[in-house]
Nanobody, 126 residues
Framework: VQLQASGGGLIQAGGSLRLSCAASGGTFSTYVMGWFRQVPGKEREFVASISWSGGVTEYADSVKGRFTISRFNAEATVVLQMNSLKPEDTAVYYC????????????????????WGQGTQVTVSS
């Protein structure tokens, strides 16, 4: 399975960005998908996760109400819509996938995922 993340960039605080992650190989519709982010010197942290069907989502408290994760199984794509961006959202964002069997329909830990994309940089200026 290969994951290709895109959509990052430089944006002013309060703005919006839409990250996409395209998957190839395997059976995308059976994967739990997630987004994580990482800044230099810190551990990778959970942002959002979505179940295989899209019916269940989970968010980090820091992004609830601002970010939305969605998936399009026919296109093997997961999207992270980020609104009301803050400077503290600046990070490299990674998408991740977990093939079945899963321990849960959504997954919030780095170790819960099998496959990772290459990351896309998001920089929010104040």
């Amino acid at each position: 399975v290969q994951l290709q993340a895109s959509g990052g960039g430089l944006i002013q605080a309060g703005g919006s960005l839409r990250l996409s992650c395209a998957a190839s190989g395997g059976t995308f519709s059976t994967y739990v998908m997630g987004w994580f982010r990482q800044v230099p010197g810190k551990e990778r942290e959970f942002v959002a996760s979505i179940s295989w069907s899209g019916g269940v989502t989970e968010y980090a408290d820091s992004v609830k109400g601002r970010f939305t994760i969605s998936r399009f199984n026919a296109e093997a794509t997961v999207v992270l819509q980020m609104n009301s961006l803050k400077p503290e959202d600046t990070a490299v964002y990674y998408c991740a996938a977990k093939a079945p069997p899963w321990s849960s329909v959504v997954l919030t830990t780095v170790t819960g995922y099998d496959y990772w994309g290459q990351g896309t940089q998001v920089t929010v200026s104040s």
